[in-house]
């Protein structure tokens, strides 16, 4: 089991949380975003801050854990804070007193989270800025996410924004930035934060992935086809790529391409040394798992992968077994969508 998952056992699993993995608010780096840290960097060392922070971007590109590094510094008095520092552990268990977290509501009674955030939750801010900051002076609100207030709650937030306290930082994360009032949008700076690029976007996984103790990678997949009676030709971690004999199986590449095409699992035939077949037809598939990687599918996953794969070809010919793997297929992707280990890894 992950560290995450160990610490999830405990605590239900937070809103738009990838299970087995770390929370923003527990991840130090950020990448991608180094131009966004610059600019709120910069207004913070110019004595010019604004008291309150709109981050927009798409689901799953980091907005949260930008937000966190934002209160860690602030907090942290201008400095980049590490793991190993107190006011990191503060933020990361929410302890900090200077620190306040405002998002849905957690049901006991349904053990489910609220599908808004209620004016109840946006009213601790009474409580909390009406006591005096101790430690760095500052005191910081994160909402997580502004778009999930229901109308009660964005009043009550407004009147906040309206008349903040002194040494009082806002940030406000939200995917859609249409769904909050005007008013709100006003009274806050916008920082619009990018989408990341792949080469960002494979470190964040990868971070994710070691950080938390995961593995998904080719050497698992490979393993998982070996047990159901495939031939690797070759495969490793290195490369996140396998090249499978389909022999075993009485099966071309082109033809186990086309089937797995069918079902939405993407694959490329490919020759093998001493292919008996053409360059057309081939002997062989090529498999990749940066893909899989990139949604966030660990070591279950990646046996779950080389199950439907064997259905698949197994059962090729058979339009109900084949349908039955399609469902499968989009569930399993459903559940893991592309930007999901970003929204985790990058926040």
């Given at each position: 089991?992950?560290?995450?998952?160990?610490?999830?056992?405990?605590?239900?699993?937070?809103?738009d949380r990838l299970e087995g993995f770390s929370p923003p608010r527990e991840v130090e780096r950020v990448f991608g975003h180094d131009a966004a840290i610059?600019?709120?960097?910069?207004?913070?060392?110019?004595?010019?801050?604004?008291?309150a922070w709109l981050l927009v971007g798409p689901e799953g590109i980091g907005k949260a854990t930008l937000a966190y590094r934002f209160a860690r510094t602030v907090l942290g008095q201008g400095d980049r804070v590490g793991e190993a520092e107190a006011v990191f552990r503060k933020v990361a268990a929410l302890s900090h007193p200077n620190l306040l977290l405002l998002h849905r509501a957690?049901?006991?009674?349904?053990?489910?989270?609220?599908?808004?955030i209620g004016v109840d939750e946006v009213r601790r801010l009474r409580a909390f800025l009406g006591n005096t900051a101790g430690e760095s002076g500052w005191r910081v609100v994160i909402v997580d996410r502004a778009d999930e207030l229901n109308t009660n709650a964005a009043n009550a937030l407004l009147k906040a924004l309206e008349e903040p306290p002194a040494?009082?930082?806002?940030?406000?994360i939200c995917g859609a930035e249409g769904r909050l009032p005007v008013?709100?949008?006003?009274?806050?700076?916008?920082?619009?934060?990018?989408?990341?690029?792949?080469?960002?976007?494979?470190?964040?996984?990868?971070?994710?992935?070691?950080?938390?103790?995961?593995?998904?990678?080719?050497?698992?997949?490979g393993t998982a086809l070996a047990e159901r009676g495939f031939t690797l030709v070759s495969g490793g971690t290195d490369c996140h790529l396998l090249l499978v004999d389909l022999r075993s199986k009485g099966i071309t590449g082109k033809v186990a391409q086309q089937v797995l095409d069918g079902v939405g699992i993407h694959t490329n035939k490919n020759t093998i040394p001493g292919d008996p077949e053409?360059?057309?037809?081939?002997?062989?598939?090529?498999?990749?798992?940066?893909?899989?990687?990139?949604?966030g599918m660990a070591e279950p996953e990646m046996r779950r992968v080389a199950e439907l794969i064997d259905t698949a070809i197994t059962g090729r010919g058979n339009d109900e077994a084949l349908r039955r793997v399609r469902d499968d297929v989009h569930e399993l992707t459903a559940n893991y969508p592309l930007t999901a280990l970003a929204m985790s890894a990058a926040g």
């Open positions: 089991m992950s560290a995450a998952a160990e610490r999830q056992r405990a605590a239900p699993l937070e809103p610059d600019e709120f960097e910069d207004a913070l060392r110019s004595g010019r801050m604004h008291h957690y049901n006991e009674k349904t053990k489910r989270y609220g599908q808004w040494r009082t930082l806002f940030l406000l008013t709100i949008r006003s009274r806050t700076r916008t920082l619009r934060v990018s989408t990341l690029d792949e080469g960002n976007l494979e470190k964040a996984v990868r971070a994710a992935l070691a950080r938390d103790g995961l593995e998904a990678d080719a050497k698992t997949l053409s360059p057309f037809v081939t002997s062989g598939m090529r498999l990749g798992t940066a893909a899989l990687t990139t949604r």
